[in-house]
């Protein structure tokens, strides 16, 4: 079985392949501070909650923005499961171009998005990673990764909010019932996630601009199914897109290792 690690700077989740299959999906958190042994326990822990053995782990994939963690977390991942993981990043075979003014700035989480939406989309795409920044990434339909745009995350704002404003409590991000809202807790939800979808859309309408030509639009990340919901501009919402991308890159790389 293939582990594949996804690390962003708010949680570190972990999908489980069963050769093609995506069989189990974990969530930690990232600014936790953990040794290698603690990585090891929480690891161990996950898959016997699942029915998984040690052993059943026979490849690991990471792709990280947080270099901070990784001495722990490879070291944590050679003792439990006795393989060296691949970590994404320059020299792995991901089938895509990167037309970018300095490729390696280009973080492994979006490599990995853009390398899946391309490979299962087979179309001109823009990846939308709501996490703690908000990426939009534009694929062609050569699969030249060419455009990038950043924004603060939905929960960035919100905590911008809370903490610099005296009397505005931290909130829970759901979706309102209404943008009429009548109380400062509805009222913040309204202009964050309305204001969020605005913003979102705006983004969309002048990539389409720009480009004079329509593209898929696909949401990933912990609150892109909120914004599918609600936007008619997103077509897809895939929360499993960094695994997939991961697991292509993987096999690939392997293969032109052989």
Do not use: W
């Not at 019932?177 to 109380?183: D, E, F, P, S």
């Amino acid at each position: 079985m293939l582990l594949t690690i996804d690390c962003g700077n708010t949680n570190i989740t972990l999908g489980i392949f069963n050769e093609d299959k995506l069989i189990s999906r974990f969530r930690i958190t990232t600014k936790q501070a953990r040794t290698s042994d603690e990585y090891m326990i929480v690891f161990y822990n996950l898959l016997r909650s699942n029915e998984l053995e040690i052993t059943n782990i026979t490849d690991v994939v990471i792709s990280s923005v947080v270099p901070s963690i990784m001495h722990s977390l490879n070291n944590s991942i050679y003792k439990l499961f006795k393989v060296k993981p691949l970590i994404v990043g320059p020299g792995n075979k991901t089938g895509i171009k990167i037309n970018a003014d300095n490729p390696k700035e280009v973080g492994a989480d979006r490599i990995v998005n853009v390398t899946a939406a391309y490979h299962q989309y087979h179309k001109a795409c823009l990846i939308i990673d709501f996490g703690t920044a908000t990426t939009f990434d534009y694929v062609d339909d050569e699969g030249t990764f060419k455009y990038t745009i950043i924004t603060p995350g939905i929960e960035l704002a919100a905590n911008a909010l809370s903490n610099n404003a005296a009397k505005l409590p931290q909130i829970e991000i759901t979706m309102p019932k209404t943008i009429l809202a009548t109380n400062t807790i509805n009222g913040m939800k309204a202009g964050l996630i309305y204001g969020y979808i605005g913003q979102v859309e705006y983004i969309i309408t002048r990539i389409k601009k720009e480009l004079n030509q329509d593209f898929l639009v696909i949401a990933t990340g912990g609150l892109g199914r909120i914004i599918k919901d609600n936007s008619e501009m997103v077509n897809i919402y895939n929360r499993n897109l960094a695994f997939y991308g991961m697991k292509y890159i993987y096999e690939n790389t392997k293969k032109a290792l052989k």
